[in-house]
Each structure stands twice: as C-alpha cells, then as structure tokens.
C-alpha cells in the first residue's frame, strides 16, 4: 500500500485530504545554557577563549562543575570542563579543583585537567597544590603540574620548580621543569 501511494504521489497523483495538510516544523528550541557549555567544551579544534567563557555568564560554572562531576559524561568533555573552571576564578570552583586533583581514586586524566584549570585561574595561589601534583607517582600528573607551574610567574612557582628539578627522573617532566627554572 505504501510503495503504491508512493508511486501515485511521484506521478503527481492528486493529494488526499491526508497529504494534503499543512506540515508545519517545529521551531527550533532556544539553546539552552548547558547546550552551550557543552559545544564550547566540544571544540577539538579551538579551545574555547576566556571571552567565550565569560560571555555565557556566571551560570556557567555550575554547569561546568555538573559535567565535570558526571561519571557519565563524556571523559574529554569533563577534562575540559575542569579546564573551564579556570575561567571562573571562584572559590567554589577552587575547592572543586583542588579536591578533584587531590583525590586519587579520580581518574588521572580529570587530576591533570585540574592542575591546567588551578594554573590558570589561580596562579600563585595555586602552588601549593600543584607543588603536591609535582611530587605524586604518576609522572603524566607530575608532567601537567610542571606545565601548570611554569606559567605561573611567581617565586613560589619558581621555588617549587627548583625543588622538584633536583629529584625528577622523568625526562618530559624534567624538560618542562627546566623551561620554567630561570638562570
């Protein structure tokens, strides 16, 4: 029956009362403020810029912290979301950073994702934190805490730099170490 009506309607059959009402699309829903987050952390080839981030508003770091926090989730989306929270310099934020980093049942991915969003939000006030990342076994973590240090322009970053130069073994953690060790 389908393939005849199809036949009939190609061949320019008359419509039937059926056919022939109005089809009308439905307008698009407005983009949703979680919509937005989540095509800004879904850029693979441009990182999101701090405007982006600030542009959708402070209502975004809560949203930033759900899909960070969503074992569900998308594990590249949740590592850039804790990247994210970097541009939302709040102390909620701060704490959710450094507990994320701190706890070693979480997956060293998101650890080192923490480390890039404190460095870059926090900067100086982040050291100490990223001092014990610096430190911890796993030398991927070690690597994205040396990262995160070199950009920080401080003397405590710098201090912790120095210290950890003289013990790491790893020669990417040691590479990014020296960048950041001044003459």
Do not use: Y
């Not at 698009?28 to 701090?50: D, F, I, Y």
């Not at 650890?111 to 911890?136: M, N, T």
């Amino acid at each position: 029956m389908f393939l005849l009506l199809t036949s009939l309607a190609l061949a320019g059959a008359p419509a039937t009362a059926a056919s022939a009402a109005p089809t009308t699309l439905a307008a698009p829903a407005a983009t949703t403020l979680h919509q937005k987050v989540v095509e800004l952390l879904s850029g693979m080839e441009k990182p999101a810029t701090a405007a982006e981030w600030k542009a959708l508003g402070p209502e975004a770091e809560a949203e930033l912290v759900t899909i960070a926090k969503d074992p569900a989730g998308v594990p590249t989306q949740r590592g850039n979301a804790l990247v994210a929270l970097g541009f939302f310099p709040s102390d909620a934020a701060h704490t959710f950073l450094s507990t994320t980093l701190a706890d070693h049942s979480t997956p060293v991915l998101l650890r080192r994702k923490a480390c890039a969003g404190l460095g870059h939000g926090w900067g100086a006030a982040a050291v100490p934190e990223l001092s014990v990342a610096l430190a911890d076994a796993d030398s991927n973590l070690r690597l994205s805490a040396a990262r995160a240090l070199v950009k920080v322009k401080d003397p405590s970053a710098t201090a912790a730099i120095q210290a950890r130069a003289a013990v790491e073994t790893d020669t990417n953690v040691l590479a990014v170490l020296k960048k950041g060790v001044k003459p």
